[in-house]
């Protein structure tokens, strides 16, 4: 079993930065790919980046390439997510996902645990 908790949201500028982190109880955080999604009022929950389980290869979501990194530190337990450059539509809930199999990582349903969510407004 695996708890994660977000933080680090904000209420923020475009063009400003803000940099998520997702804490992971358990001992085996190493053992999963992790990903972030988020999901705006009245709308499905998307992908937004995802990590493999050594930090080797990253995966992005077109609309955030080149703004956002995700990272991971197994030593804490802990995955990140930096945005830069945000934007008005970045605006939503962001949660953090974990997963066993390391298949489907742009797939919400895919996801074995999540955490609760933390939001994050980018007025303009």
């Known amino acids: 079993q695996v708890q994660l908790v977000e933080s680090g949201g904000g209420l923020v500028q475009a063009g400003d930065s803000l940099r998520l982190s997702c804490a992971a109880s358990?001992?085996?955080?190493?053992?999963?790919?992790m990903g972030w999604f988020r999901q705006a009022p009245g709308k499905e929950r998307e992908f937004v980046a995802a990590i493999r389980r050594s930090g080797g290869r990253t995966y992005y979501a077109d609309s955030v390439k080149g703004r956002f990194t995700i990272s991971r530190d197994n030593a804490k337990n802990t995955v990140y997510l930096q945005m830069n450059s945000l934007k008005p539509e970045d605006t939503a809930v962001y949660y953090c996902a974990g997963q066993i199999s390391g298949s489907y990582l742009y797939t919400p349903s895919s996801y074995d645990y999540w955490g609760q969510g933390t939001q994050v407004t980018v007025s303009s």
């Open positions: 358990g001992r085996t955080f190493s053992s999963y790919a």
